[in-house]
């Protein structure tokens, strides 16, 4: 069985700060993760994707993550927020052989000017 | 267009009506799946298919059916719409040669059960 905690489900930043999005993981199996973004009124789309092939992950616009299998944690992180980041976050993990995916349950990433 | 599409993006219906919410991808993808997405659940499993004709149930399945004759559509039908349906609805489709499981999502469609 498979589970994600997403740890806060608003978080709010100033633009140019730090963004730190937290993403913890329960599997019996050796997992792959991913990090969807949902922007309004939008599906979702993939961010970046853990596969085994190396603990830190770089995505698109800027984000990248890194798989700790000691805190099974994969935390999505960006140096620098940017107004356009504003979107919902998921974070979500697959066995490899179930086809199914288990998201958490989103954070909602805010960026004041 | 190439993708996957949803149809409507928008629906409003009553209460007891028949609605069918449709999916349609250009990839060949074998698996596709339906969820909704409500506030402070998350996106939840509603069905799945593993290839035309295959289909399985998924974490909330009641008061929804599914059917796949050609691989590329995925259509969900509520046969008589609750208030408790009112939700945004994703499909999403995966490549069975893909190991990872990676999903691609469709636009959505936001359904209002009045």
């Known amino acids: 069985a498979q589970s994600v905690t997403q740890l806060g489900s608003h978080v709010s930043v100033s633009e140019g700060a730090l963004v ?9 199996v050796p997992p792959y993760l991913f990090w ?5 009124n939008q599906g979702l789309q993939l961010l970046l994707k853990y596969t085994s092939a190396a603990t830190l992950v770089k995505g698109i616009n800027g984000f990248e993550a890194e798989f700790k299998k000691s805190e099974t944690s994969f935390h999505l992180t960006k140096p620098s927020a940017h107004m356009s980041d504003a979107a919902e976050y998921f974070c979500a993990v697959s066995g490899g052989s179930n086809y199914k995916l288990t998201f958490g349950k989103g954070t909602l990433l805010t960026v004041n000017p | 267009d190439a993708g996957i599409t949803q149809s409507p993006r928008y629906k409003i219906t009553e209460t007891g009506r028949q609605v069918t ?5 250009t990839w060949s993808h074998s698996y596709m799946f339906w969820y909704r997405q409500d506030l402070g659940h998350g996106l939840r499993l509603i069905y799945y298919s593993a290839a035309a004709d295959i289909t399985d149930k998924g974490e909330v399945p009641d008061g929804y059916v599914v059917s796949r004759s050609k691989t590329e559509n995925f259509p969900l039908t509520l046969e008589s719409a609750t208030r408790s349906q009112t939700s945004v609805y994703f499909c999403a489709s995966k490549d069975r040669g893909d190991f990872t499981d990676t999903q691609y999502f469709g636009p959505g469609t936001r359904l209002t059960v009045l």
């Open chain 1, 20 to 28: 730190l999005l937290r993403c913890n993981y329960s599997s019996s």
């Open chain 1, 36 to 40: 969807y973004v949902q922007y309004p």
């Open chain 2, 21 to 25: 919410l449709m999916c349609h991808q």
